[in-house]
């Protein structure tokens, strides 16, 4: 989509949304990008080039990483927005169906992470150690020295660094459950010469989040997995644990049921279903 169309749309869209309103809702594949922009970021913010890269640079950071907010349109101006994608009405009704029976169940099931073969995209296997200090009271945690998992049962996260990532089919996620491969063009939905992040969709998956334009492998521009963790696990909805975990979001795009919360108390519902 180019800048003056999306900025049709975004006027319109913000005119007629109330105060209120957190977050947004989008509900295709395509357009999944604002030029240099995501189109989860542009309409979280508004286009802002700050947000872009030219080469292999930094961007402008969120203001929502890893905060404490639970209002972020009343705090930061920004409202964290996620797609409902998939390659048909039925994919995504399966999805949101996920999202709802997740909700209040605080399941259990293992988080993977996998310290991969690939050096360029396994930037976040450092992160691992000190992530596994602060969580692994609340939650199993595995780190596999392997590019992919296969037959578990018991997947609730999975976090990788692939191009592509091998026997899906063979692995089953629980309700709720994050699952990303950190590469260059993960979130160029529907043409992506690399995988799709609707795949992990299609296998079960009930959030993920992928790149829309080279991002070069800073691992900012990606999911930091023990602040998704974090915030998931104490209750928070999709849309917000996983927008936390990305200190510079501008070229990444996330999908997803986003009001899934497994781990809210029933009787905390300030933004669930």
């Known amino acids: 989509m180019t800048r003056e169309t999306f900025e049709k749309v975004y006027t319109t869209v913000r005119v ?33 080039r700050r947000y872009c890269a030219s080469g292999c640079g930094m961007t402008m950071p969120s203001p929502y990483f890893n905060s404490d907010s639970r209002s972020p349109y009343t705090d930061h101006d920004l409202r964290p927005t ?10 995504v009704k399966k999805l949101i169906d996920r999202g709802v029976a997740a909700d209040g169940t605080h399941p259990t099931g293992t988080a993977y992470l996998l ?35 296969e037959n578990r049962d018991d997947v ?22 994050i699952a990303d491969h950190l590469t260059s063009a993960g979130g160029q939905l529907t043409d992506s010469q690399q995988m799709s992040i609707l795949r992990w969709l299609e296998a079960g998956a009930t959030g ?3 790149a829309v334009v080279e991002p ?44 899934a919360a497994p781990f809210r108390n029933q009787t905390d519902n300030p933004s669930g279903h």
């Not at 996620?82 to 994919?91: I, N, P, Q, T, Y």
Request: with cysteine; proline share 6%.
């Open 216 to 259: 070069c492998n800073f691992p900012g521009k990606f999911p930091s997995p023990g602040v998704a963790m974090r915030h998931y696990l104490q209750g928070e909805t999709l849309v917000e644990a996983y927008w936390k975990s990305v200190a510079m979001p501008g070229q990444g795009i996330f999908v997803g049921e986003p009001l």
């Open 208 to 210: 993920s989040y992928g």
């Open 156 to 177: 609730l996260f999975y976090f990788t660094g692939v191009a592509s990532v091998r026997a899906l089919g063979s692995i089953r996620f629980r309700p709720g459950a």
């Open 82 to 91: 996620m797609a409902l994608a998939g390659k048909s009405v039925d994919e």
């Open 16 to 48: 007629r949304t109330p105060r209120t309103v957190q977050g947004y809702a989008l509900t295709w594949a395509t357009p999944y990008r604002v030029e240099c922009m995501s189109i989860t970021t542009a309409f979280a913010t508004g286009f802002d």
């Open 115 to 149: 310290d991969t073969k690939d050096t360029a995209r396994n930037v976040r296997a450092s992160l691992y150690p000190t992530l596994i200090q602060y969580l692994a009271n609340r939650i199993s945690l595995q780190v596999v020295h392997a590019d992919f998992i």
